[in-house]
């Protein structure tokens, strides 16, 4: 399968500047670059990767709107093979939600485990 690393985990709050507080400044993570997404947010870095994704309780993207998992929302692996990563969730029947964003360039799939908590696979392109 084409998993690589562990990319970032999404933390559904409900007060944005606390959270972003709490990373930058306890943790020494960084505020940086976030897609023009349709709902607020932070995204906090580790050097160059965005290991800390903040959202709104409301506004969760893997989850959606639901307190089944709690504050912890998703987490995500950069991965690689799309077509064949989508095609073994059909084959297992797991139904899965893509994405596609512009800046950066990079497909997403976003799906449950068996417990409801959300896998993100974001595959780069080129």
Not at 54 to 64: D, E, K, S, T
Not at 67 to 73: E, L, Q, S, Y
Request: glycine fraction near 8%.
């Amino acid at each position: 399968m084409g998993i690589n690393v562990l990319h970032h985990v999404t933390v559904k709050t409900d007060d944005l500047e606390a959270a972003r507080d709490f990373y930058r400044d306890v943790l020494g993570l960084e505020v940086g670059f976030r897609p023009d997404l349709d709902f607020p947010g932070y995204w906090l870095y580790c050097g160059d990767v965005p290991v800390v994704h903040l959202v709104p309780r409301q506004n969760a993207i893997g989850g959606g709107p639901s307190r089944d998992t709690g504050p912890f929302d998703h987490f995500a692996f950069l991965a690689s093979d799309f077509d064949g990563i989508k095609a073994k969730l059909e084959r297992h029947r797991i139904k899965y939600r893509e994405n596609h964003i512009a800046k950066p360039p990079i497909d997403q799939l976003f799906f449950p485990d068996n417990n409801n908590v959300m896998v993100e696979l974001n595959f780069p392109r080129s």
